[in-house]
């Protein structure tokens, strides 16, 4: 079982901070990703393009860094222990 914070607007959409999603040890971030987006249609046009990449401007965390920067990207084999975080763009001042 994998947990997942959602922020911001993102709880808008998916009614709530954390979604759990039942999946076998060792799946993808981006095999998470679209099992989210699966579970919450509206999900799709927030965190994907066109081609179902998700979309530079969103972020997300595995365990607290970036998975941009990961060695695998949105290849990186998740554990269920992992804290996946994901926000939409911030702005302030």
């Keep these: ?5 959602f922020y911001a607007t993102l709880r808008d959409i998916v009614g709530r901070k954390t979604v759990e999603v039942a999946a076998p040890d060792g799946m993808t971030v981006q095999a998470l990703v679209e099992r989210l987006v699966d579970m ?3 999900l799709r046009d927030a965190l994907l ?3 179902r990449h998700f979309l530079p401007h969103m ?4 365990n607290g860094r970036e998975v941009v920067y990961m060695e695998k990207g949105f290849e990186t084999p998740l554990q269920p222990d992992d804290k996946v975080d994901i926000f ?5 001042g």
């Design 1 to 5: 079982m994998y947990k997942v914070n």
């Design 59 to 62: 972020k997300l965390f595995v």
């Design 49 to 51: 393009d066109a081609e």
């Design 40 to 42: 919450h249609p509206p």
């Design 88 to 92: 939409p763009p911030v702005g302030g």
